[in-house]
């Protein structure tokens, strides 16, 4: 979104281009203008869609130049900053047009709420209602990390969606690590540490953005910080996450705590992971029994069987029978492909669109999203034509 700030103050204009800069979408301030009459004589040449005001630089013979703004930018939302009690400034910015009031000095949560408002005005962006959907080990190795990061990369790449994705991992989370080389600046303890802060934009930075529309929330790099997250952190964490993202991907790994545990509670679905062996098929009872236990209902419960070999001696109705549940998902085994990708950090669509398991991924995310192939050319077509190209 463009911005005109009218203010005599840097230090606040510099204060709120910060801020802006840590959205998504961004606020992006095009101009500062010294004051009322400045701005109504100096008129940008792109008419900005929001005007900031800062009411306490306006003399009062300049109030009545806040309509002459008003029709100057028609289509721009106003939104004016106030120090105490104006209130001739007040009337006059109320007959002007004016959508939005905060109070000086700035409280940056007001800021977010009231730029959150003007940006589903302004039709830059709309409240979602995303979809939680929880990676889970059967037992340790089973590929969960690999699935969740690479799953996510492949929704917001060939699906067009928002996504986030959560590192719960208790200790030595590395998920950023398998689909960029960017050192997170803040985790998921530093966002429980901070948690009145939460919002969208508080939200928004402190992802390491592997694109525009997917991001990584890194898991908490300091086991000693761990006592400081608390399962209601996870409740607001993912209620503004289902607000901003079409698509919340957790990497839950294997442990099972209170954190996690109040994670899982919040899930649409749960995709446990494992490979065709005993040990898998055992470890992987034990887990849906407590899943069962915890009262999580059955079609909540999404086997995906990970690295399948066809003609081994195990078969997946032999895994279906043991487990009492169904397997809807199958990740062929390409040791090769799935190795270069995770030694080099960089997604296996991005590196070898051409793979079994990128085909595989394409159509695990036809299954969540329930797109066919056929409509808007398939997510097999967008995916193979481009490896083409």
């Given at each position: 979104m463009k911005a005109l700030m009218i203010t005599r103050d840097a230090s606040l204009h510099d204060e709120i281009?910060?801020?802006?800069?840590?959205?998504?979408?961004?606020l992006r301030l095009l101009e500062r203008r010294s004051g009322l009459r400045d701005a109504v004589e100096r008129m940008?040449?792109?008419?900005?869609?929001?005007?900031?005001?800062?009411?306490?630089?306006?003399?009062?013979?300049?109030?009545?130049?806040?309509?002459?703004?008003?029709?100057?930018?028609?289509?721009?939302?106003?939104?004016?900053?106030?120090?105490?009690?104006?209130?001739?400034?007040?009337?006059?910015?109320?007959?002007?047009?004016?959508?939005?009031?905060?109070?000086l000095p700035l409280v940056h949560k007001a800021l977010h709420e009231a730029m959150d408002r003007v940006d589903i005005q302004a039709g830059v962006t709309q409240m979602r209602d995303g979809k939680v959907l929880a990676f889970i080990s059967c037992k340790g190795g089973s590929g969960a990390t690999f699935l969740s990061t690479n799953f996510s990369y492949a929704l917001a790449s060939l699906a067009g969606c928002k996504v986030l994705l959560i590192d719960l991992h208790g200790q030595f989370g590395d998920a950023t690590l398998y689909v960029s080389d960017q050192k997170p600046a803040m985790t998921l303890s530093d966002i429980c540490a901070q948690i009145a802060r939460m919002d969208g934009a508080f939200l928004a930075s402190c992802l390491v953005h592997v694109t525009?529309?997917?991001?990584?929330?890194?898991?908490?790099?300091?086991?000693?910080?761990?006592?400081?997250?608390?399962?209601?952190?996870?409740?607001?964490?993912?209620?503004?996450?289902?607000?901003?993202?079409?698509?919340?991907?957790?990497?839950?790994?294997?442990?099972i705590d209170a954190l996690s545990l109040r994670a899982l509670d919040n899930a649409d679905a749960i995709y446990p992971v494992l490979q065709l062996a005993l040990p898998d098929i055992r470890d992987g009872r034990r887990l849906l029994d407590i899943f069962r236990s915890l009262?999580?209902?059955?079609?909540?419960?999404?086997?995906?069987?990970?690295r399948?070999?066809?003609?081994?001696?195990?078969?997946?109705?032999?895994?279906?029978?043991?487990?009492g549940a169904e397997v809807v998902h199958t990740v062929p085994n390409d040791y090769v492909a799935a190795t270069?990708?995770?030694?080099?950090?960089?997604?296996?669509?991005?590196?070898?669109?051409?793979?079994?398991?990128?085909?595989?991924?394409?159509?695990?995310?036809?299954?969540?999203?329930?797109?066919?192939?056929?409509?808007?050319?398939g997510l097999f077509d967008r995916l193979f034509s481009r490896s083409e190209a």
């Open positions: 281009a910060a801020q802006g800069a840590a959205r998504m979408p961004v940008l040449p792109e008419a900005p869609e929001l005007v900031i005001v800062d009411a306490s630089g306006i003399d009062a013979d300049e109030a009545d130049l806040l309509e002459r703004l008003a029709r100057q930018y028609p289509l721009a939302v106003l939104m004016l900053l106030t120090r105490g009690q104006q209130q001739d400034v007040l009337i006059r910015a109320m007959r002007a047009g004016m959508r939005e009031v905060l109070q525009p529309n997917f991001g990584v929330l890194a898991a908490a790099d300091d086991p000693a910080h761990k006592v400081d997250m608390q399962p209601e952190h996870m409740d607001r964490i993912l209620a503004v996450a289902r607000q901003h993202y079409d698509y919340i991907v957790l990497d839950v790994g294997r442990q009262g999580y209902p059955g079609e909540r419960l999404r086997l995906i069987v990970n399948y070999e066809k003609g081994g001696r195990l078969r997946l109705a032999d895994l279906e029978q043991a487990l270069d990708s995770v030694n080099q950090g960089i997604a296996l669509l991005q590196l070898s669109r051409t793979s079994a398991v990128a085909r595989s991924l394409a159509e695990l995310v036809e299954l969540v999203t329930a797109r066919r192939v056929t409509e808007s050319r």
